[in-house]
Every structure is written in structure tokens, then in C-alpha cells.
């Protein structure tokens, strides 16, 4: 069966310094594996997401993750924190066309 | 294209209450999804529609639950009889038919409905 797991489920860091959100996953399968965002009271926006090809894989708001088949892991980082980076972050990875199977996600905190 | 959009944001009942949630997906989007969400959780799959068609229902929670999309439009979650634990966030989602060259089928999300049950 396909899993989500999502270290620490606050994560704080200061204005400037790396996020490193970490995500790993079990997969009988190759994955599709997606980061997303959600800021309060707003719905979950997609962040980027791996399908194929290349590892490393870019986003939005200058965040990237890095796909180790060798570690099932799917690690989310950014070089510099802004304070309106601070939301909750959901790694997924795709179970089925339609379906989803989700961490439980890390709220992440920009100290200034 | 305004996104998907659900109605109402925030709804509170008393338990016992039915109530109803309505989803206005992406109009190029045929399939729709619907999600729930509790304090510190991932999002939980509930059903999923193509078109008109439910074809993966046997994930809602309890027979109280149902949804509909009788035009293939917008859709519906009822939950009847409400019962505290079903104080949650309700996510709505559309994608588009064809996945992508990759093969991924990317998931638009609305804003969420907030149901508390007193």
C-alpha cells in the first residue's frame, strides 16, 4: 500500500535561512509525487510535482525537490525563507488516476 | 477561468442538522473530486466523478454522506444527520480528462467549505 510520511509537523526557521521540508513515501510502483501549499482559510495550491524525466524538479515561489528513488524520498527546499512562506505543506503521491494518498503535512514557521 | 469555487466557506449546525455543500469545478474540467480535512490531517478522498458519473463512492465515510453532479457541472456533498465528527474542512477538485503527457492527473483545489457541528 501506498504511503505519506512527513517529518515533523512544525518546522521553524529564520527569515533567510533553508527550508527543508522532508517527505518520504512508499511506492510499489514508479511515483508521481506532488507538493502542495496551503495558507490558512485558502485551499491547497500545487507547488510542483515529479512525474518523470529529471529529479530535481522546480516550482513556484522559488521552492524545488529533489526525487531519490534510492531513499523514497521527495524533500522540498527554498535557499532563502520569506516571511510569506509560512503556511502548511502537503507532499502527495498519486495512488490512482483519480486518488490521492496525502501527509499529514508540516506547518512551517518564519521566525524574523 | 475563476478557479473552483465552493460554497458556503463556513457553515454551523447543530448535530442532527442536514447540510449541503455545493462545487463549481474548472469549466474545461470533467473530473471532480471531493476531500476531507481535519485539524492536523492530510486530505482524505471521499468520491470522485466523471462527467456526470460517480465511479468511486466507497469511500464516503458513512451512508449519511452522499454527493451528486447531475449535469456534469457542479456538484453536491450532503451529509445527513450530522454528527460532531463531522466537523472538518470539505475540499472540492477538478482536473481535466486527458492527464498530462507525463501521465499525471493534476488536482485543482477550491478554498474548502469549514463545517462545525455543535
Known amino acids: 500500500a501506498q504511503s505519506v510520511t512527513q517529518l515533523g509537523s512544525h518546522v521553524s526557521v529564520s527569515e533567510g535561512a533553508l527550508v527543508l521540508l522532508r517527505c518520504n513515501y512508499s511506492?510499489?510502483?514508479?511515483?508521481?509525487l506532488f507538493w502542495y501549499v496551503q495558507y490558512p482559510n485558502q485551499g491547497l495550491q500545487l507547488l510542483l510535482k515529479?512525474?518523470?524525466?529529471a529529479t530535481l524538479v522546480k516550482g513556484i515561489n522559488g521552492f524545488e525537490a529533489e526525487f531519490k528513488k534510492s531513499e523514497t524520498s521527495f524533500h522540498l527546499t527554498k535557499p532563502s525563507a520569506h516571511m510569506s512562506d509560512a503556511a502548511e505543506y502537503f507532499c502527495?503521491?498519486?495512488?490512482?488516476?483519480?486518488?490521492?494518498?496525502w501527509g499529514a503535512g508540516t506547518k512551517l514557521i518564519i521566525k524574523p | 477561468d475563476t478557479g473552483v469555487s465552493q460554497d458556503p466557506r463556513h457553515k454551523i449546525t447543530k448535530r442532527g442538522q442536514n447540510v449541503t455543500f455545493r462545487c463549481d469545478p474548472i469549466?474545461?474540467?470533467?473530473?471532480l473530486y471531493w476531500y476531507r480535512q481535519t485539524l492536523g490531517q492530510g486530505p482524505e478522498f471521499l468520491t470522485y466523478?466523471?462527467?456526470?458519473?460517480?465511479?468511486?463512492k466507497s469511500r464516503l465515510l458513512s451512508d449519511r454522506f452522499s454527493a451528486e453532479r447531475p449535469k456534469g457541472s457542479f456538484s453536491t456533498l450532503e451529509i445527513q444527520r450530522t454528527e460532531q465528527g463531522d466537523s472538518a474542512m470539505y475540499l472540492c477538485?477538478?482536473?481535466?480528462?486527458?492527464?498530462?503527457?507525463?501521465?499525471?492527473?493534476?488536482?485543482?483545489f477550491g478554498a474548502g467549505s469549514r463545517l462545525t457541528v455543535l
Open positions: 477538485a477538478s482536473s481535466p480528462t486527458k492527464t498530462s503527457s507525463s501521465g499525471a492527473n493534476v488536482l485543482t
Open positions: 469549466s474545461e474540467h470533467n473530473r
Open positions: 466523478f466523471q462527467n456526470e458519473a460517480q465511479l468511486e
Open positions: 511506492s510499489s510502483v514508479p511515483p508521481y
Open positions: 515529479y512525474t518523470t524525466g
Open positions: 502527495a503521491v498519486m495512488r490512482s488516476n483519480y486518488q490521492l494518498i
